[in-house]
């Protein structure tokens, strides 16, 4: 499994100057050869690959020989980030996102990635050491722990606020690490059905219910960085005051993150620790899609006249599933840790897992402000329950799983009873 972390660092006058220059010659090559395949595709029709971009950098190094300071590996990782690009571009295209665009040019006011893959790194202890040809200024920077045991496949410096490198430092660190525990299905599931109120409706196949309601730390910051927001727009960019409220936005958007990421590493952690399942199933939640664009909408004044408007009342949600935790970075978080830990995450089609009554499998329309599902059963069950019982009943019967199948149905039938007797 490869993970990555990130390290602050604290580079002296002198060495931000030298990452400012790596990061030029980083930028210049990455446009040079966005533009040769935009030209070759524009007037041929031919792709240019990764292989040879790469082999002709020598050449390129002759003609501009200030390419030739940074490392090697390190121009060889600027290809392969703009060619990893290209292909997710065609990937989404070819999935049918219309919105999906292509690499764009990068500007000379904003910090480019420097990546050292596999070489060009020196580790002492909790010290490393990059290597380069810019000038005598040593590239060493102190970490938090020491990463002599660590089987490293990659660096990369950057800054989180790249506009004129106005954040902070960091080196990002890629490694591979091998669970100490293999998997093995000891016939427990759990089924989760992913939320916005509640992140997390979860159910194992003893019919037993686990919830965990968002704190939702965005809708506090988002008031705050609108203010913000609003008040730079009447700034000159660049000016005092525009610096000033620009950093306010940009520690406010931190804090609003790190909160976020910083629950959903509990839960995740909470959840693997605390299941016996080890077999935990997720639907396979679209998050992309589920952003909206407003409908533009032609009115008529009294005057006879007409104007075209936007109804944002489509897009009333897109905010919460975009910014509010993230919901595929916590699939992913959940994922590694049930790796580790010797566990499996299974996704699965959740279409119509909402809208079906889990106990006849009539389908119903479902607004989200109808939290409950109602059904001419006499079933009546909170929506996200709803969700995961049919998200696991779907896993179970598609992989004709008939012992957990069963056993299931059993319990669920016993726990639909118990809740109709309280109505």
Known sequence: MLLTKKYKIHPTEEQTDTLWYISEQCRFLYNHALAERKESWEKSSISITYNKQQNDLPELKEINPDL???????????????????KSFFALWKNGDKDARPPNFRG???FFTIPYNQSGFKISDNVVTFSHKCNDVELSFEIEESLQEMKIKQF???????????????????????????YYDNNKYQAIDLGISK????????????????????KYWNSKIDKIHSRLDRCKKGSRRWKRLHASKRRMEK????????????????MVENTRANTIIIGDLNVKKMAKKPKVKTITKADGTTKKVKDFKEIA????TQNNGYLAQFVNILTYKAELAG????????????????????????????RDMICDCGNKIDRDRNSSINIMTRYLSQNAIWTGYRE?????????????SYL
Request: glycine share 4%.
């Open 108 to 110: 000379k006011k904003y």
């Open 199 to 218: 992140t997390v409706t979860a159910i194992n196949t003893d019919c037993k219910f686990f919830e965990a309601v968002n704190p939702r730390p965005d």
């Open 68 to 86: 030739k300071k940074p490392y090697s590996k390190t121009l060889q990782g600027v290809l392969k980030k703009l060619d990893g690009g290209y």
């Open 317 to 320: 949600l897109s905010r919460s």
């Open 408 to 420: 299931f149905l059993g319990n669920l039938q016993i726990k639909l009873h118990i809740f109709r």
């Open 255 to 270: 804090k609003r993150h790190n909160q976020i990421k910083d629950f959903q590493h509990k839960l995740s952690k909470k």
């Open 156 to 182: 990369e410096i950057f800054n989180d606020n790249p506009y004129k490198a106005m954040g902070d430092f960091y080196i990002s660190v890629s490694f591979e690490i091998e669970s100490t525990k293999k």
């Open 343 to 370: 566990k499996k995450v299974v996704k699965v089609d959740e279409s119509y897992t909402s809208k079906a009554c889990c106990s006849c499998g009539k389908i119903h329309e479902m607004p989200l402000s109808q």
